[in-house]
């Protein structure tokens, strides 16, 4: 499918027109959930790098999720942002369907640099320097910041209203009572949950922004942990939404409470998301954002 006459001259434009006739993939679980184009502030992380240690950038592709927290900080997840080989880059895609614009881009015969920038935004990570940390605090909790030119062009691809982060405390003050009553929202470019196959289970899908209703189940100091029940109209997360925002809403205001981060394996139960009004995610939020 490959068209190397258009290795030269394909722009990002190109791409979207190939993209017009793409067929969006699953995200999140297939349960409860549904597209999210107006979550135009949740966004996919992409990585260029090295898969084979020749010294060659040869791999691009999603990753993790993550959501633009002002007009030049993408927050995402610690682990999504470590353990790369050495020369990694870091994109950043708000489109809808960042598969598809994979898929248009690589048929299209770009190379893997060509592909990154016409699917996303190349921005620097800073992960924070307390990760891995321990169960009580994973300090997992990562931003990849744009200069000034590339949140220019941020902005010239995909209009985005930043996120709203909480005040400290906020989560504590409310109380388990008010945090069950209240609507939880988890988005993001994530796989399907495990399907049974003759090989195993599998996690199909991903690469599309969708969104699920989850239900609140407990709160610790630096946890939160929702519900992905199925039979109480819920959904949840899977592999690739690590990063990706878990909205709560307050006195009629969405508020970005909390990040994935992990869950149970098949991807059938349990989120479990870092605290964003925690003293230690805003000691390190703090300086790259204007915290309320």
């Known amino acids: 499918m490959r068209r190397s ?5 394909l722009t990002t434009a190109a791409v979207a027109a190939v993209l017009a006739g793409a067929a969006p993939a ?17 966004g996919a992380m992409l990585a260029l790098w090295d898969r084979d240690g020749d010294g060659v950038s040869e791999t691009i592709d999603w990753y993790c999720s993550g959501t633009m927290v ?4 993408f927050l995402t997840a610690a682990h999504c942002t470590t353990d790369w080989s050495p020369g990694v ?23 893997p640099a060509q592909t990154a920038a016409a699917v996303g935004v190349e921005g620097t990570e800073h992960t924070s320097p307390d990760y891995p940390g321990n169960s009580a605090d994973a300090h997992d ?22 996120a709203t982060l909480p005040a400290a405390g906020r989560l504590d003050a409310l109380g388990s009572r008010a945090l069950d009553a209240a609507t939880w929202v988890v988005a993001g470019y994530g796989t399907e949950e495990a399907a049974r196959g003759p090989g195993g289970q599998t996690h199909p899908g991903g690469g599309v922004r969708n969104k699920a209703e989850v239900g609140f189940d407990a709160l610790n100091k630096t946890w939160v942990r929702l519900a992905m029940n199925e039979s109480r109209g819920y959904g949840g997360a899977c592999y690739g939404d690590s990063g990706g925002p878990n909205f ?42 204007d915290l309320p």
């Open 141 to 162: 909790i990562a931003v990849i910041e744009f200069s000034d030119g590339q949140a220019a062009e941020l902005a010239k691809r995909w209009s985005f209203i930043p």
């Open 5 to 9: 006459a258009l290795l030269a001259s």
């Open 89 to 111: 880059r870091f994109y950043v895609s708000l489109a809808q369907d960042v598969q598809g614009a994979l898929d248009a881009a690589k048929a299209a015969g770009l190379t």
């Open 70 to 73: 002002d007009r030049d900080t």
């Open 248 to 289: 709560v809403t307050l006195d009629g205001r969405r508020v970005l409470a909390a990040t994935t981060i992990t869950g149970d394996g098949p991807c059938y139960a349990t989120n479990v998301a870092y605290r964003l009004d925690a003293p230690t995610a805003r000691d390190f939020l703090d300086e790259f954002v």
């Open 26 to 42: 699953s995200a999140i679980n297939t349960y409860n959930a549904q597209p999210a184009p107006e979550r135009t502030e949740v």
